[in-house]
């Protein structure tokens, strides 16, 4: 048997609605997780059944360092257009592709409905020479591997 791997975390790409987007240096996604439901009838043994309860998606999160030209406002326009009239007509499909090495696709996950829900720059620091990151937080209705 063929010796497998893991993936390396630092080799990917974001898309949005199906476009590339600008590099990120980071891209996290926060769990998921299932709620269990206490359940038992009056007929049932004396201890509680476990039913599935309401899904809850993490937060996607990305951070990059803040460019220039028209491109590099797309991010924030579409976390303005959130905020001047809400979610509807706002959200988009994503998806997280991991590379191999040599630049091939090897996982992808889907992420859908996602839209902004947090926005922020910095921090400024005048003695500092670090990179000036930008943050993007998205809400999503559901997320999942597909390859």
């Known amino acids: ?27 996290s996604i926060l769990e998921t997780s299932t709620d269990a439901i206490d359940y038992r009838e009056g007929t049932d043994p004396p201890h509680v059944r476990k039913l599935s309860g309401l899904t809850k998606y993490g937060n996607i999160v990305l951070k990059r360092g803040v460019v220039a030209g028209s491109a590099a406002l797309d991010l924030y326009h579409w976390h303005a257009s959130v905020v001047a009239g809400g979610a509807q007509g706002s959200r988009r499909n994503v998806a997280l592709v991991v590379l191999s090495e040599n630049g091939n ?35 999503n209705e559901g997320i999942q591997r597909v390859e």
């Open 1 to 27: 048997m063929a010796r497998q791997d893991p993936l390396r975390d630092f080799l990917f790409r974001l898309e949005i609605d199906g476009i590339q987007t600008a590099g990120f240096s980071e891209v």
């Open 105 to 139: 696709d090897q996982a992808r996950f889907i992420v859908s409905d996602a839209w902004p829900v947090k926005y922020a720059a910095g921090p400024f620091n005048a003695r500092g020479n670090e990179v000036l990151i930008e943050l993007i937080e998205l809400v």
